[in-house]
């Protein structure tokens, strides 16, 4: 099982846009819940979006709500994390992780296989 970050974190100027992609080998994306997480620097981690191909729910944390947005290519196999209208109090190192169905709790909870994390950084 291989599971990555493929590509996206960098540093981008607040008010900008980034796309973070998740690809996986070795798991079928089908029968999970993908998420996003962030650790800023001195906090604890913050779960940010999932989406779950089986029944097509997603979820957004209140602080990125209506500015990010999560999709899956079926075809790829990957999960993307779309950031717009980004502010300084983004940058943080962002994780994707997968739940499988069966341990998957709303909404957040219940990761098994997480990825390597990317930088994102977001200047005033």
């Known amino acids: 099982l291989r599971f990555s970050c493929r590509r996206g974190g960098g540093l981008v100027q607040a008010g900008g846009s980034l796309r973070l992609s998740c690809a996986a080998s070795?798991?079928?994306?089908?029968?999970?819940?993908i998420c996003w997480f962030r650790q800023a620097p001195g906090k604890e981690r913050e779960g940010v979006s999932c989406i779950k191909r089986y029944d097509s729910r997603t979820y957004y944390s209140d602080s990125v709500k209506g500015r990010f947005t999560i999709s899956s290519d079926n075809a790829k196999n990957t999960v993307s994390l779309q950031m717009n209208s980004l502010k300084p109090e983004d940058t943080a190192v962002y994780y994707c992780?997968?739940?499988?169905?069966?341990?998957?709790?709303?909404?957040?909870?219940?990761?098994?296989?997480w990825g390597k994390g990317t930088l994102v950084t977001v200047s005033s």
């Open positions: 070795g798991l079928t994306f089908d029968d999970y819940a």
């Open positions: 992780a997968a739940a499988p169905k069966s341990d998957y709790v709303y909404p957040l909870y219940g990761m098994k296989y």
